[in-house]
């Protein structure tokens, strides 16, 4: 097992990256209060909830489960009102832990439910897929969707600890495995580019799910971000390259509907999106380019949308957070493996990388 | 005009006290952003929305106006999520201005709602009722009720600026003055017996709404408040103690219903029972409990709630957030004008406060 901190002053606190992990004695520490509420949903429960939920009461505690059904079109304001009926109905109070044991989905609505809860409660994330793994176990972005947009509402709460288990991503289905390189290759074209040559020669292994090479790339995804969120937590600067691909990704996810793509998937187009305006700008080559899309197409990713209207594709973006003053942030790439956030790049271009990557 | 500062280090803000205030003048330096959404309901809107409005677009903001109905029934998730609609459907992104204009109730639910947006913008709160300008507008504690319980889900968010304007308090009505009156009394109790004194001097001018000493007891009952939550900000201890007659005062709002008491009515006589009960503990005297029981009624507040089952009320107050691992915590007198938070309380005793005030 390897153990990377995420360093955040006082809360500051671990990651486990293993296989076969022990919640009883890694958890035990981080737990507050008697109550524990584990929020799973109905693909993740038949497969892990007893075990944890075994582990946890073996400690002493007194443990309640909200079981919510699969999918991002879930995580929305009505389905986080059923944690917190569960919660009151169980009588929790404000010395509890809400531990999330499932993918992003679940790990956002536990930590948002979490973090309003009492107005704030202890939490804990089992990340049970590679996305959630590498990406939103990390940094503590919490929150639901709205009609109008991702991730609209929300918090920051960090976790009191993470656990991700690479023996739970044998069960992964292989869409959702493929969506989780996605995020992993992020961290390569954005600031690394050592680990895209080293993703390059072990793709075949991940897609394999060799279980050596999945922990190593969760453990280097996953101290990329950890490094970049201690700096930023807030999101004021260098975090916002965790963007790369987003901002053309939510339009793609927007516009298909919660859930039809799943977001690893429209990311993985939204880089190449951005590669492409990279390229069209004169900032990265057309090999670059190639580069970029081959490593998304190994790991089985699509590198084009279907069809969206532009005028709806901009009024998705323009929903995007990193609009500031009303004017349109990307991420782009100055260079592969270099990233930025700029304002400073042409309109037309933009619109040409979007057409140019649609089916 | 006088000017309170809330000591929260980099979160530190002002709270103006004054009549006839100028909008555009005093918020200008707070508002972020060129969007300005205002909160306000349909008892506010029509006498203060406008000047609001006017004000601030004079400033070369856009501003939008989401206009709640009034009443603490509303403050559920469902009332809160018409703000977010409104937030989405104007455009709005992360780099813009909430303003609360109206109660606490509106307060919370527009504090809660800018914590929540795009994971927090930025909160300006222009309280216009009295319980609100001393109690509600400073502390940064926002939320909405749940039906199992009040103010069960939330966040801490801190405003800009508070903007209490004493011309405003001329339209409030009759039994919201009163409501606003009790947690004036209520920082007298808890911590300062000249302050007492003072309200059993002026206390036919407070119910005469005489502006000079409308803005001295807000002034006071404000410093009392921002110098407790500068030392506690996150209810770990001190600020406990701003719960004097709170945690009796929930059971009786949430067994009537949400707003058929006002707030602060309840609070008076969960004030009522909390000294009661420090009576039947040998803490304070039986003139003691007369003298609060008489500043109460001469606010025109209640000191016995209607009749209410014994195991209700019990299970209403298991609910409430002072609940630490299971045992029941009260804020009570140790001496009249001092308060302190405990479990070493006796159980019959504090039954025998509960129904020796209902009617």
Chains 1, 2 share one sequence.
């Not at 679940?106 to 994330?125: E, K, L, N, T």
């Not at 493996?337 to 990388?353: N, P, R, S, Y």
Request: contains cysteine.
């Amino acid at each position: 097992m390897q153990t990377l901190h995420v360093e955040l002053g006082e809360r500051r606190y671990p990651i486990f990256i293993g296989s076969q992990l022990d919640p009883k004695a890694l958890l035990e520490p981080f737990i507050h209060g008697r109550q524990v509420m584990i929020v799973t949903n109905e693909t993740v429960a038949p497969l892990y909830l007893l075990h944890y939920q075994a582990s946890i009461e073996a400690l002493g505690k007194t443990v309640a489960v909200c079981t919510l059904p699969d999918g991002e079109k879930y995580k929305n304001i009505e389905h986080l009102n059923l944690i917190f009926d569960a919660l009151l109905e169980a009588g929790f109070n404000r010395d509890c832990t809400v531990l999330a044991l499932g993918g992003g989905v679940i790990g956002d609505m536990a930590g948002f439910a979490s973090a309003c809860f009492q107005r704030g409660v202890y939490f804990i994330q089992v990340p049970t897929t590679l996305l959630s793994q590498v990406d939103s176990s990390v940094g503590g972005k919490t929150g639901i969707n709205h009609p109008l947009g991702k991730n609209m509402i929300g918090a920051f709460q960090q976790p009191q600890v993470v656990m991700a288990d690479m023996a739970q991503l044998i069960t992964l289905p292989e869409r959702e495995l493929s969506a989780g390189l996605a995020e992993v290759i992020k961290y390569a074209l954005l600031g690394d580019l050592d680990f895209l040559s080293w993703l390059e020669m072990n793709m075949d292994g991940l897609v394999g799910r060799d279980p050596v090479l999945l922990a190593e790339a969760v453990y280097r995804s996953c101290a990329h971000k950890a490094r970049i969120v201690a700096n930023d937590e807030k999101e004021q600067g260098e975090r916002a390259l965790l963007n790369l691909g987003h901002t053309f990704g939510h339009a793609i996810e927007s516009y298909m509907g919660y859930g039809v793509w799943l977001h690893g998937e429209a990311v993985a187009t939204g880089m190449v999106m951005a590669a492409d305006l990279s390229h069209r700008m004169g900032w990265i080559s057309l090999e670059d380019l190639e580069r970029t899309k081959k490593i998304i197409l190994r790991a089985n990713l699509p590198i084009r949308c279907p069809k969206i209207p532009l005028d709806d594709f901009l009024a998705y973006m323009s929903h995007d957070k990193k609009v500031m003053n009303g004017q349109l942030r990307l991420v782009l790439m100055k260079q592969l493996g270099q990233a930025v956030i700029t304002k400073e790049f042409d309109a037309e271009l933009m619109k040409q990388a979007i057409l140019a990557n649609q089916q």
